[in-house]
């Protein structure tokens, strides 16, 4: 391999610039691609007694990354966060493949560990809908309750994470019945926009005493609102209403998918509507469904 200098940062930020610029991914991803490349080169380093140079980026072997996966879970890192480490360094990989003289097939065909994937709690239908409700009702200054009841609504209605919920500007109000949607790792997605959460906003629009430019949810001083506040709001009603720790603001989305799927919605459509890149991630909703009926059995099935 060759390149314009010996140091192979140059190379980890070339390729990061093409996945940025190119794909579209997020400045969050991006940084973490940095992070787990520029660890996994700096083991081959110490592992093989050699400089950080280009010819040891293009001499990885199979046996090298094995190496480096059995320090990583002597350290104690979780066989997930592994599979996310080692899935950075195949990015990596694959694009140098493509880009100069170096075969990754071998790299590539590493399996990643094996981990239990814990399924979504999801909120009953009718606990969402009470929970959406209480939220309107707090006292506090009207606006307030507003703006966490159209957030709720935008959760559980259109299948929003709270930070793409939190990114919306007042140039989106009023609402459309369809919203473009730039979600985790730069993915698009259009997203149907219910009457109820059109008309939520609406209200807390109307009742903002802050100026209409900017994030469209902001805070008692009129900044953006603050994650954080989002699942305070929804604990302290939570707890209220007698639900478990597992009623998040994210839980909001896990029951937008599973009632949409109870209802008998496809689960294509429901991957592009949550904007996941795969649809195993998306069928995780099924084993939800299953377990949930298998709750309703026992509970209802007579004993011999």
């Known amino acids: 391999m060759t390149g314009s200098g010996e140091d192979p940062a140059w190379l980890v930020s070339r390729w990061l610039s093409d996945k940025s610029v190119l794909e579209g991914v997020s400045d969050n991803t991006v940084a973490a691609y940095r992070r787990d490349v520029t660890a996994f080169l700096q083991f081959q380093s110490t592992h093989t007694g050699r400089r950080p140079d280009l010819e040891l980026v293009g001499s990885v072997s199979r046996s090298d990354v094995r190496a480096w996966m059995t320090q990583e879970r002597r350290q104690g890192l979780s066989p997930r966060s592994l599979a996310r480490k080692l899935s950075s360094v195949k990015e990596f990989y694959r694009w140098l493949g493509r880009h100069h003289e170096f075969d ?13 994937r814990s399924l979504p709690r999801p909120i009953g239908e009718e606990p969402a809908r009470e929970l959406i409700r209480r939220l309107g009702n707090q006292p506090e200054p009207g606006w307030i309750p507003a703006r966490n009841q159209a957030i709720a609504c935008l959760l559980y209605g259109c299948g ?30 259009i997203v149907p926009v219910i009457s109820a959460a059109r008309r939520a906003v609406q209200l807390y629009a109307d009742l903002c005493p802050h100026p209409a430019s900017g994030p469209l949810f902001v805070g008692k001083r009129g ?66 469904e299953k377990g949930q009926l298998m709750e309703v059995y026992r509970s209802a099935h007579p004993r011999a």
Do not use: C
């Not at 994470?161 to 790792?185: M, Y």
């Not at 604990?235 to 937008?256: N, Y």
């Open 223 to 288: 900044g953006k609102l603050n994650p954080r506040l989002v699942r305070k709001f929804m604990e302290d009603v939570r707890v209220g209403l007698g639900l478990p720790p597992t009623a998040t603001p994210h839980a909001l989305r896990h029951s937008f998918a599973t009632h949409l799927l109870r209802a008998g919605g496809d689960l294509r459509v429901i991957q592009e509507l949550l904007g996941h890149s795969s649809l195993s991630t998306t069928q995780v909703y099924t084993e939800v």
């Open 104 to 116: 990754p097939a071998e790299l590539l065909m590493i399996p990643a560990p094996r981990f239990s």
């Open 160 to 189: 929003l994470r709270v930070s793409e919920a939190l990114d919306l500007t007042w140039q989106d109000q009023p609402l459309a019945r369809q919203l473009h949607i730039r979600g985790k790792g730069g993915k698009d997605r």
